[in-house]
C-alpha cells in the first residue's frame, strides 16, 4: 500500500483552498467597492422620504457583514467543484453578480438616483436567480446557501421601489 507524502497532502488541501481564497478577494472587493459609495449621513439621504419599515442605517453592515460571508462560501465551494467551461460560466456568474451589488451603492448615492438605482437592483435581482440557478446545477449546497442573499436583495428592492415612489 503506498502512503500519501505530508507534501501531496499539502498541495492538495492548498488547491481546495484557491478558489475559497479568490472567492473572498473577489467579494471583499465588491463589498469595499460599494461601501466607498455609501454616504447615508448626506442631507439628500437624510431629506428623502422613507417608509417607516426601513431598516435603521446600522442593521445594514449588520446584515451585509454575514451576506458577504455567504457569498465568499457558496463561490469558493461551487467553484472548487466544477471544472472547465462550467467553472468559467460560473466564475463570470459570481463576477456580474458583484459587479451589480457594488455598483448599486454608486447609483443611489453617488448619483443620488432611486429610480436608476431601481434599474440596478432589478438586475441584480435577475442575476441571482441566474446565479442560484447556475449554481444548483453543480453544487446544491452552494445553491441554499445563496438563498438568504436573494431574499435580502429582494427586501432591498421593495425599499428601493418605495423610496422612488415616494421621492419623484
Not at 26 to 49: F, H, I, K, N, P
Not at 75 to 89: D, P, S, V
Request: charged share 15%; aromatic share 10%.
Amino acid at each position: 500500500m503506498k502512503l500519501i507524502s505530508e507534501d501531496s497532502r499539502h498541495v492538495a488541501a492548498s488547491v481546495r483552498w484557491k478558489p475559497y481564497a479568490a472567492a473572498a478577494v473577489a467579494v471583499a472587493a465588491a463589498a469595499t467597492a460599494g461601501s466607498v459609495a455609501v454616504d447615508a449621513d448626506s442631507a439628500w439621504y437624510r431629506s428623502l422620504c422613507k417608509p417607516a419599515w426601513q431598516p435603521p442605517p446600522w442593521a445594514f453592515g449588520a446584515v451585509w457583514t454575514p451576506l458577504y460571508a455567504s457569498i465568499a462560501f457558496a463561490a469558493g465551494h461551487a467553484l472548487g467543484r466544477t471544472q472547465g467551461r462550467e467553472k468559467a460560466r460560473l466564475a463570470a456568474s459570481f463576477g456580474t453578480n458583484l459587479a451589480l451589488n457594488a455598483g448599486w451603492t454608486s447609483l443611489f448615492f453617488r448619483r443620488r438616483s432611486p429610480r436608476a438605482a431601481l434599474a440596478g437592483t432589478l438586475l441584480l435581482d435577475l442575476s441571482n436567480a441566474e446565479l442560484i440557478r447556475r449554481t444548483a446545477r453543480t453544487d446544491p449546497v452552494a445553491a441554499r446557501t445563496l438563498l438568504p442573499y436573494a431574499a435580502w436583495c429582494l427586501f432591498a428592492t421593495a425599499l428601493n421601489i418605495s423610496l422612488t415612489r415616494r421621492n419623484p
